[in-house]
């Protein structure tokens, strides 16, 4: 699978959006549509928005908001038997990913 720069960028932006500095993907109503929906379309959603959040947590633009805890991991663990699961992890934009979100803002501003 390639990496979806413009996906990417619509992720980023609802983490922004949330109401408070930390979150979780239960919280955010968009997202949590891609881990509750059960079709076949849903699966291969889930399975684009579980690669990009992936990235974007290798990359350093989320973490656990628990900062003395580093082996919690996102809240998304793959099974041995190809399905996943899910926690309510408390996760936020880290500094790097707050600058990620502002190279794609203004290219926002510039389409608009």
């Known amino acids: 699978m390639r990496i979806d ?7 980023v ?14 919280e955010l ?15 291969v959603n889930r399975d684009k928005f579980i690669f990009h959040m992936e990235i974007l947590f290798d ?3 989320i973490d656990t908001a628990y900062l003395d805890d580093k ?12 399905s996943y699961s899910y926690s309510k992890t408390a996760l936020r934009l880290t500094a790097a990913g707050h600058r990620y979100a502002t190279m794609f803002s203004g290219r926002d501003r510039e389409r608009g």
């Not at 720069?5 to 992720?11: P, Q, V």
């Not at 109503?29 to 699966?43: K, N, P, Q, V, W």
């Open 71 to 82: 082996y919690v991991g996102m809240g998304i663990a793959r099974l041995k038997d190809g």
């Open 29 to 43: 109503e968009d997202i949590r549509a891609f881990i509750t929906l059960e079709s076949e379309e849903a699966g």
């Open 13 to 26: 932006t609802k983490m922004l959006e949330a109401p408070a500095p930390t979150f979780t993907l239960w």
């Open 5 to 11: 720069n413009e996906y990417m960028s619509e992720l």
């Open 59 to 61: 990359d350093g633009f």
